[in-house]
T-cell receptor, first 113, second 112 residues
């Protein structure tokens, strides 16, 4: 069974902390994505990567960075967490040849206090 | 700007067919129609996609009008597990690297 695994289901961090959200996929997918989901705002794309060490900004990249050192792993970094980054974070991956068919992880619910 | 318009919510009786409409009147020639669903507290799940022909898989059927300005997702025999938010998305994968623009979707509630 194909899988996108996010390292934590729930996370509580303090304001100002550096936060790492990890995502691993086992499908050899080239593309990987980070979204956040907030009530009333839906899913919004933060960053995506179409290859190792490649990254592109999505719609709301401010306050975030990403790292993709290996094909299977895509990390989202909150350099200095703030309360407005409290959200559900969703990782996804897809093939170059089937880009619209994305597989999502279960999500990480991050609370910044 | 939203590229698709869906009803906010709809109810469906268990065992009956659920027909979920979507309007995408500004769809471009190279854009596909994708449907995803999101069950509460889970990540979105791909259901089906199509360009202009009708499509069917083990989960659902997708009917796209001839002018491609609207489509309908059909869940042939809805079960309680089909209760979810359903998203209709138009995307040209070759242009967008597979980025998906999710709208508000349709909250479908399947009742016994």
């Amino acid at each position: 069974d194909v899988k996108v695994t996010q390292s934590s289901r729930y996370l509580v961090k303090r304001t100002g902390e550096k936060v790492f959200l990890e995502c691993v996929q086992d499908m050899d997918h080239e593309n990987m994505f980070w979204y956040r989901q907030d009530p009333g705002l839906g899913l919004r794309l933060i960053y995506f990567s179409y290859d190792v060490k490649m990254k592109e900004k999505g719609d709301i990249p401010e306050g975030y960075s990403v790292s993709r050192e290996k094909k299977e792993r895509f990390s989202l970094i909150l350099e200095s967490a703030s309360t407005n980054q409290t959200s559900m974070y969703l990782c996804a991956s897809s093939l170059h040849t089937d880009r619209g068919n994305a597989f999502f992880g279960q999500g990480t619910r991050l609370t910044v206090v | 700007d939203a590229k698709t318009t869906q009803p906010t919510s709809m109810d469906c009786a268990e065992g009956r067919a659920a027909n979920l409409p979507c309007n995408h009147s500004t769809i471009s020639g190279n854009e596909y129609v994708y449907w995803y669903r999101q069950i509460h507290s889970q990540g979105p799940q791909y259901i089906i996609h199509g360009l202009k022909n009708n499509e069917t898989n083990e989960m659902a059927s997708l009917i796209i009008t001839e002018d491609r300005k609207s489509s309908t997702l059909i869940l042939p025999h809805a079960t309680l597990r089909d209760t979810a938010v359903y998203y209709c998305i138009v995307s040209a994968p070759t242009d967008s690297w597979g980025k998906l623009q999710f709208g508000a979707g349709t909250q479908v509630v399947v009742t016994p």
